[in-house]
């Protein structure tokens, strides 16, 4: 009731690489290898590079490792001012071979913002989970099932909890009015070769939240858009 759903929307591909070039960039997913592994890869339009010439701090979060599917590197070299990776949490509740929890990264990601907004800088930040892969483990306590059964229906009632929580103590914030906030999947399975593409199995959530982007008026709009339509709807 708080915002704006896409109730059509597609992923335009197979891995996490796809997804973040169609969401930065609207970097249609060609044949070969995503641009975040081409020699080529920058400078390249991105959200990020657009609106640091605006005078926005821009930073990358992630919970894993930088040098993974080379996200580290390409963000650096496209408009990101910093990347914050699995050795920037001291403390993390919760540690598996992908990197920290999703509570982790996204109240780290939440500090990042305060700090942010009180030096006088508008910013915008890219946060990536990575609960989501198996084995699906989570800290325990947060919901009633047991991070031990490693079930993937968990690990994302997981991640709805942590989001719940992180936007809880956002709207606390004094730059909760001021903020755009998008919520969106990264990408759908992999076919293997398969003749028939599961469409069904592509969908993804799009939802942009905060008083800046809803104005009061929260809808669900119907028509087709994909990771692509992200970066222009934002700005």
């Known amino acids: ?35 975040y592994h081409r ?14 010439a605006d005078g926005y701090a821009t930073w990358f979060a992630y919970g894993g490792r930088g040098s993974f599917d080379g996200m580290k590197p390409f963000a650096l070299a496209n408009g990101f001012d910093g990347f ?10 919760h540690v598996n071979v992908w990197g920290v ?3 982790d990264l996204l109240f780290k990601a939440l500090a990042d ?9 508008p910013f915008f930040a890219t946060v990536l989970t990575v609960s989501n892969h198996k084995p ?24 709805d909890w942590a989001l ?9 914030e004094a730059f909760w009015s001021d ?19 599961p469409v069904d199995a592509y969908e993804l959530p799009i939802l942009i939240l905060g008083p800046a982007a809803v104005r009061g008026r929260p809808r669900r709009l119907d028509g087709l858009a994909s990771s692509l339509d992200v970066a222009p709807t934002v700005l």
Not at 4 to 24: F, I, K, N, P, S
Not at 84 to 89: I, L, R, S, T
Not at 167 to 172: Q, S
């Open 1 to 35: 009731p708080e915002g704006l759903l896409w109730t059509r929307a597609y992923a335009c591909g197979d891995r996490t690489q796809r997804g973040l070039e169609g969401v930065l960039s609207s970097f249609p997913p060609l044949p070969g290898e995503s641009i």
């Open 84 to 93: 914050v990776e699995q050795d920037a949490y001291p403390h993390p509740a």
């Open 179 to 197: 903020t755009i906030f998008t919520v969106i999947a990264d990408h759908g399975p992999k076919i293997y070769g398969k003749p028939r593409l």
């Open 113 to 121: 913002m305060r700090a942010a907004h009180r030096r006088g800088r």
């Open 101 to 103: 929890s999703d509570e």
């Open 39 to 52: 020699r080529a890869a920058g400078p390249v339009a991105t959200l990020a590079r657009t609106l640091k």
């Open 136 to 159: 699906y483990t989570y800290p325990e306590g947060r919901i009633p099932e047991r991070s031990a059964d490693r079930n993937r229906v968990n690990a994302v009632k997981y991640t």
């Open 164 to 172: 719940g929580e992180f936007f809880a103590r956002a709207r606390r």
